[in-house]
């Protein structure tokens, strides 16, 4: 079994030259085989956290640790990241012209086992991963999120991590701009992931729908930059009837 | 005398390279029409610069500089002196500058008399490093063993000599600048690869020029490719010294040829090229520049068209290094119905004072109704002090046209793009070889002729290990992974 540890992590970004501190001392430990919703408020952080756990160099850890299973992964280069098993499915997935999909993962793939992936398998897996997100088999030849909606990069978002088997995944907010059908299935896709058992997954989002067809065990409310509270399932509920009116004013008072 | 609009863009130089979305001027106005200027600044996206219908006069030119990391809002139009500008032509009256009207009104002739030594203030020469030429703007006698020119040619082929003014020799390619006119003094024994008409090649013409270092060297190439005809002709320069030549193509009706030229020269090699193209009724011409090596390189590559219907693509790769100066200017000449034209060059650079300049110019002259044309410049600035200069520049006389549009962009490494690859555990220098090629890409994969292909890339591939040193180990073997489609895909 594998731990992703983060505690009191404190990041902070450039604006106008100045250090702003957007991440306040986030403290959350997951295991693999566990799915923990993360959810929030617009600005809190969230993408903040997902890109500051993958190594953006945007974000400057000002303190705090993260671990996965005891190694820093805050040592670690933004490649060394992935190779060490941390996966980020983006908010807003990059188009990189020129490189087409079936290069950019086999590349991957290549680059995560430390040799080329047997061509016949692996074809095979491709394909069938794009089959079953429904994703055109053209897709392949394309270039990486180049002209893709929005539903579609996310879709390629999470063939990504069926195909690269992350230990850890950190989907941020691969359930918006989806309208129903493809919500279904990015989240049979996700479900397909967590139903090895191996695979832990955070799952960052501003709304609860997605939460219907990936349950999580356990839910965090994220406000102003740290977790402001952690409960089951049913946290969820209560975000969904009251919204983070409660969580807001709470860190506005303290 | 028409005017000019003109409007001069700028770009931060570290916004990230996107594709840019295929633009069509759809101008209705005539030449005779004057509007003034249009000296608003376009404040371009990454996609660089686009034409609204609203900003499209009766021409449209945008300039692009860009260096990195500093001087964000350099304009090229500003470098040396005006360019393509009513106002100015006044100036160049007076003895300031020598500029023309419109492209189509430059000089061509084969009289040395008509092209002074330039003083650098001339709208062809205000880009290029005059005093690197190494004397080749001298009226010197060439040293006559400065060049060794091979021909090496299927059976079919013809291969022989043409003296100036015998067969199609001077009816394409008329000088016009004072490199091309003197190459053509000095070079009484053009080579001349002709293909029979209804002749189809399956393996391309090779045209070896290898040039003697410290010599000076002039030559003449007459590509005729008769009507009915199917070839690809590759020129490839190496060695040194300093050359001027010229490449003259004729493609006869219905004919498809395409002409690469190759410059890998030694790094103290001066090359300054005029390359000419005719292209008859209803004939494919695909002509192909690619430049890797030499201290100074100018290529001037011209399509016009001897009949309707007929089609030019005319793409280029290049890339610069610390001290290299190279320089694209494309001319398609639309003075024919219903012809299509298609300009693509892409371009990287890296290091300090490496240096790179486009000039793409396209006129559609009011007998070229149907016309249908597309120009597009790309660069990628992959190290700081870098600088290119893009200037698309298209004139349009006739309001009866399919479509004319152009893009231009010049910008550094996308960090945004790097991080991607490398979440998903790609190493950075695999990473940077990826994006690189990605670049690339598409001028690449049209080149259609899979020995130069393989070429350019395995040159790029060079040119990455001098920025990021060569990958080693298992980067490598996911690189070598990696470079496989984009061979592939060329097919
Ligand atoms: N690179 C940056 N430069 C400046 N400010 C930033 C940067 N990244 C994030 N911020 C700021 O940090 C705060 C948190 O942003 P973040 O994107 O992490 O929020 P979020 O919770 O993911 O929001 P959303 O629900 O809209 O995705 C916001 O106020 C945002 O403006
Ligand atoms: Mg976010």
Known sequence: ?254 | MARRARTTARRSPSAPLSPAPRVHDTTSTRRTAITPPDTRPHDTEAAGSTTTPADARQEHAVDHAAQAPTDVTLDSSRSAGPSYDAGAAVVAAAGEAVLEATRGERARSFDVADFPVPTGREEVWRFTPLDRLGGLLEDAPADPDARDVVVQAPDGVHVGTLAAGEGVRGTALVPEDRAAVLADAASPSATHVRIPREVELDGPVHVSVVGRPGSRGAGHLVVEAERHSRAVVVVEHTGGGVHADGVEVVVGDGAELTVVSLQLWDDEAVHVSQQEASVGRDASYRHIAITLGGSVVRLSSTSRYAGPGGSAEMLGVYFADSGQHLEHRSFVDHAEARCRSDVRYKGALQGETARTVWIGDVLIRAAAQGTETYELNRNLLLTEGARADSVPNLEIETGDIEGAGHASATGRFDDEQLFYLRSRGIPEEVARRLVVRGFFADVVQRIGVPAVTDRVMAAIEAELDLAVGPVAGAAAAADAVAAEPVLAGRA
Do not use: C
């Open chain 1, 1 to 254: 079994m594998a731990t992703l540890q983060i505690r009191d992590l404190h990041v902070s970004v450039e604006t106008d030259g100045e250090p702003t501190e957007i991440l306040r001392g986030v403290d959350l430990t997951i295991d693999s085989g566990q799915t923990h919703a993360i959810m929030g408020p617009n600005g809190s952080g969230k993408s903040t956290l997902a890109y500051s756990i993958a190594g953006h160099p945007k974000y400057t850890i000002t303190g705090g640790t993260v671990t996965l299973d005891g190694q820093d992964v805050l040592a670690m280069s933004v490649d060394e990241r992935a190779r060490a098993g941390l996966f980020l499915a983006m908010q807003y997935p990059v188009e990189v012209p020129g490189v087409t999909v079936s290069n950019f993962l086999r590349t991957a793939k290549t680059a995560l086992d430390g040799e080329a992936p047997a061509l016949r398998h692996w074809v095979k897996d491709v394909r069938t991963a794009m089959a079953d997100l429904r994703m055109d088999p053209a897709f392949a030849e394309r270039n990486v999120n180049e002209g893709f909606s929005g539903g579609e990069k996310k879709r390629h978002e999470i063939l990504q991590m069926e195909l690269l088997k992350p230990k850890f995944a950190i989907l941020d907010e691969t359930d918006s701009g989806l309208d129903v059908d493809a919500l279904k299935i990015v989240s049979d896709g996700v479900n397909r992931v967590r139903e090895g058992g191996e695979v832990g997954v955070l799952l960052i989002t501003h709304y609860t729908r997605i939460l219907r067809y990936v349950r999580p065990d356990v839910v965090h409310v994220f406000v102003a930059g740290r977790v402001a509270e952690t409960g089951g399932p049913e946290l969820a509920d209560e975000l969904e009837e009251n919204g983070y009116d409660r969580f807001v004013s709470a860190v506005a008072a303290s």
